[in-house]
């Protein structure tokens, strides 16, 4: 078996792309996306009738704009299609700008499940991805006790996650890759899988949800190279770029299982406080937390700018 196969033995595999063929090459069980991936794809000529159709069906929701109730329309579209393809769920995120907005949030998360089961689609194939701010995971509780289920993304701390089991939120997404960006620039040095500091926060967090029996599932993602991916086999799920999943799939290594749930329960670890304050000073005192969390919001915003002026620009014509 190649290692895409092997690793599908051991861990839930998910595409994170907006492109539908690649979906269809990896037969990943489920697939995510974010507004720079739907950006991307709907730049691309073959999807370009999405966005159009978007255009033509939107209807303004209450205090929504023409743009905002078009761009909720086009992500609903694109998860569409994807649950086509996907035999699983499809993450759709809600737009960066409301990362401190709880109420908006909420709303957000409630207008497009509403879109999906006004296509058929059951909310169960369905994760509303949301940044994990205080805010974030607060708007995430209350949609969870709706039957609404999260992705909570841009997670780069056991704190983080801490108060995400907590909150009883379906997934989490722990960012690997950009935590290695941030220490190989912050120290110099180039790491190893083996030694990866992402890959290391996302050992923690399994670890500690196993440990303690929380529920929340544990999805890592946002990796730069396949070690990364290799040495996280077992995880229970992984959002794979489809530039890395060619390179699994094309690999006859060797995949051992690296995190087993049974391991967890002597694991020398103590329970993280999730209380607001304390929340606030654990991710204040992680400055690559702090800043990548920060940094994430801060481009994802910049492109949901980027889809609406593409949106208006195709209303013109």
Known sequence: MNQLEQLKQFTTVVADTGDFATMRDYLPQDATTNPSLILQAAQKEEYRNIVEQAIAEADSAAGASKTEAIMDRVLVLFGKE???????????????????????????????????????????????KIASTWEGIRAAEALENEGIHCNLTLLFSLGQAAACAEAGVQLISPFVGRILDWHKASTGKEFSPENDPGVASVKEIFTYYKKFGYDTEVM??????????????????????????SELQNSDEEIECKLRAEDAGIAAMGKVPTDEKSFRWLLNEDAMATEKTAEGIRKFGVDVVKLEKLIEELQEK
Do not use: H, M, Q
């Not at 990796?223 to 959002?239: M, V, Y």
């Open 82 to 128: 994807i649950l086509d393809i996907v035999p699983g769920r499809v993450s759709t995120e809600t737009d960066a700008r409301l990362s401190f907005d709880i109420e908006g949030s909420i709303e957000k998360g409630r207008r497009l499940i509403e879109l999906y089961e006004s296509e058929g689609i059951d909310r169960e194939r369905v994760l509303i």
């Open 220 to 245: 890592g993602a946002s990796f730069r190279n396949k070690g990364e991916i290799t040495e996280l086999a077992g995880c229970d799920l992984l959002t794979i770029s489809p530039g890395l999943l």
